[in-house]
């Protein structure tokens, strides 16, 4: 039973996940950072506020405190952006730049020049219409 334990975290996935939720973890801790210290400070200098806290309504003497609201929205969208310009478009990048010299593979089926499915490249004959194929069809 312990054997079978063993072979399950030491499987690439399961470790991988863990790191993944460790380094996850750190790095929501240095997202929230820039989003506090830095892009809201910037927000303020622009806008004025950057606590929407104050905002609310009232109607029938029922209060709406909609500023909490509005600032979970405004942090949200500045984490979703900080995420996306400082992490996903970089790691795109440097995917593409690692992927840049690889060739497509070679095809492995054709065509058949009859009933069009998919057979083998070699085939000479298609295994679904029987006709003959001549060449190699793209």
Same mark, same amino acid.
């Given at each position: 039973? &312990?054997?079978?334990?063993?072979?399950?975290?030491? !499987?690439?996935?399961?470790?991988?996940? $863990?790191?993944?939720?460790?380094?996850?973890?750190?790095? @929501?801790?240095?997202?929230?950072? &820039?989003?506090?210290?830095?892009?809201?400070?910037f927000i303020a200098a622009v806008v004025g506020k950057p606590?929407?806290?104050?905002?609310?309504?009232?109607?029938?003497?029922?209060?709406?405190?909609? @500023?909490?609201?509005?600032?979970?929205?405004?942090?949200?969208?500045?984490?979703?952006?900080?995420?996306?310009?400082?992490?996903?478009?970089?790691?795109?990048?440097?995917?593409?730049?690692?992927?840049?010299?690889?060739?497509?593979?070679?095809?492995?089926?054709?065509?058949?020049?009859?009933? &069009?499915?998919?057979?083998?490249?070699?085939? !000479?004959?298609?295994?679904?219409?029987?006709?003959?194929?001549?060449? !190699? $069809?793209?």
């Open positions: 039973m &312990l054997s079978g334990f063993k072979k399950f975290i030491l !499987r690439g996935n399961v470790v991988d996940m $863990a790191v993944g939720v460790v380094i996850g973890a750190a790095f @929501g801790g240095v997202v929230t950072a &820039l989003t506090k210290d830095l892009l809201t400070p606590d929407f806290s104050y905002l609310g309504f009232t109607i029938h003497g029922t209060p709406f405190p909609v @500023g909490d609201f509005v600032n979970a929205g405004v942090s949200f969208l500045l984490v979703a952006a900080a995420i996306y310009f400082f992490v996903v478009t970089p790691v795109n990048a440097l995917v593409a730049r690692m992927n840049r010299g690889e060739a497509p593979p070679d095809p492995t089926t054709k065509k058949c020049q009859e009933c &069009l499915s998919e057979i083998p490249i070699d085939a !000479r004959r298609c295994a679904h219409c029987t006709q003959p194929q001549m060449g !190699r $069809a793209a």
